[in-house]
């Protein structure tokens, strides 16, 4: 994982400093070449246009989109997202025919600046404005586009990237693979991130959760206090129940469960999920400090019947972030959904918490 931060650490620095990377989407096996675009110059689009496809496109926020009124190429229902996601090409007006790569340097460049409008661009033009997804590769059928936006942002620059897919050298009909990326990276001195990369990166560093609720829960097992977070992009909510004081330098014993309504509010013995939260509330109770953390994907979930549909990944992003936010540095897992446990294990501590392993914690008085 250290290797994957210092990827995305080099090409953030490249793109800040005008520079570009190579962004590889492992979802179609593609590089491509990737610059901030408010640092287009004839030189970089010379190199773009050499070594790759040349259908050179420029990723815009929505915003940009409407301000510079860039209208979807394509209307239709059903199209694929990155299809609904081109827009109107355009040329800068003070260029020339608007194909060479200084004229396309500019018109991409005039795309970045805040301060042009709809006017300066002829329509139909040479390059290619395409709308990147509101939440970057954090989004949904992220790619290349997301990561040059999120790039040029990451860089302090204005949030629009340039993108271009890179050509084989190899064999001039096809596309670079993977091995022809690496190499064509370091005959260049270019740094490659992937997108995945990046999310993960952005994962580790972004808060993703956003404290929306704090109160305490009178319940028939006592007063707990009981903290809402929300997704700030899934729209989904979870809770932390807390016993004691959760600042403490103690560790802290954790039980995170994954919402079942079939277990949880019907008391379904088809799976271990009530039993498991009930033992972890008694437990609490028992001991007069713990925590326990309720997450509840965007989707229902009840075993058997409803899927829910986050991975377990988000899932211990969502829990380090929580624990974060609380002050809370070290925990014991507890050992009553151990899988869970485990699977979320890494993604914690990658966070600098520490997690003591488990097997005595959770005893039930009595
Ligand atoms: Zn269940």
């Known amino acids: ?32 070449l990737v610059f901030a675009a408010d640092a287009a110059t004839a030189q970089l689009l010379t190199f773009t246009v050499r070594h790759t496809s040349g259908y050179v496109r420029i990723a815009l926020p929505g915003a ?35 194909i060479s790569a200084i004229d396309r340097a500019r018109t991409i460049a005039a795309l970045a600046d805040a301060d042009t409008t709809a006017t300066d661009f002829r329509r139909p033009g040479h390059v290619i404005p395409v709308q990147a997804g509101q939440h970057g590769v954090l989004g949904r059928s992220a790619g290349a586009a997301e990561a040059a936006v999120d790039l040029a942002r990451l860089g302090m620059r204005r949030p629009a990237g340039v993108l271009c897919e890179i050509v084989s050298q190899r064999n001039p ?4 693979d993977r ?41 028939d097992s006592g007063a707990f206090t009981v903290v809402g977070y929300r997704d700030p992009r899934e729209g989904s909510e979870h809770l932390a129940v807390i016993a004691g004081n959760a600042g403490a330098d103690a560790p802290m014993p954790l039980h995170i469960h994954l919402e079942c309504l079939g277990g949880d509010v019907f ?24 925590m326990i953390i309720y997450l509840r994907p965007p989707t229902a979930r009840a075993c058997g019947l409803l899927s829910g549909a986050t991975t377990s990944d988000l899932l211990s992003e ?5 624990l974060r936010d609380l002050g ?11 899988e869970l446990g485990l699977l979320m294990f890494g993604a914690i501590r990658e966070h600098g918490l520490h997690v003591e392993s488990a097997a005595t914690v959770w005893p039930v008085a009595g």
């Open 64 to 98: 940009d989109c409407e301000r510079l009124d860039l209208p979807p190429v394509c209307h239709r229902d059903g199209e694929s997202v990155g299809i609904a996601a081109q827009r109107v090409t355009v040329d800068f007006r003070e260029t020339g025919t608007g």
């Open 328 to 338: 809370v540095y070290t925990v014991r897992l507890s050992d009553d959904a151990p």
């Open 1 to 32: 994982m250290k290797t994957a931060y210092g990827r995305v650490r080099r090409a953030i620095a490249a793109v800040a400093t005008g520079r570009a990377a190579i962004v590889v989407d492992d979802s179609e096996d593609q590089g491509y």
């Open 318 to 322: 969502t829990v380090a972030w929580i």
């Open 179 to 219: 091995p022809e990326l690496v190499s064509f990276a370091g005959r260049h001195g270019l740094p490659l991130v992937s997108v995945a990369e990046l999310a993960t990166y952005r994962r580790r560093t972004e808060p993703q959760v956003v404290r929306s609720a704090e109160t305490t829960l009178p319940t």
């Open 267 to 290: 008391g379904s013995l088809a799976c271990a999920c009530g039993a498991e939260l009930a033992h972890a509330v008694a437990a609490m109770r028992a001991r007069g400090t713990g």
């Open 173 to 176: 009909t096809g596309m670079a």
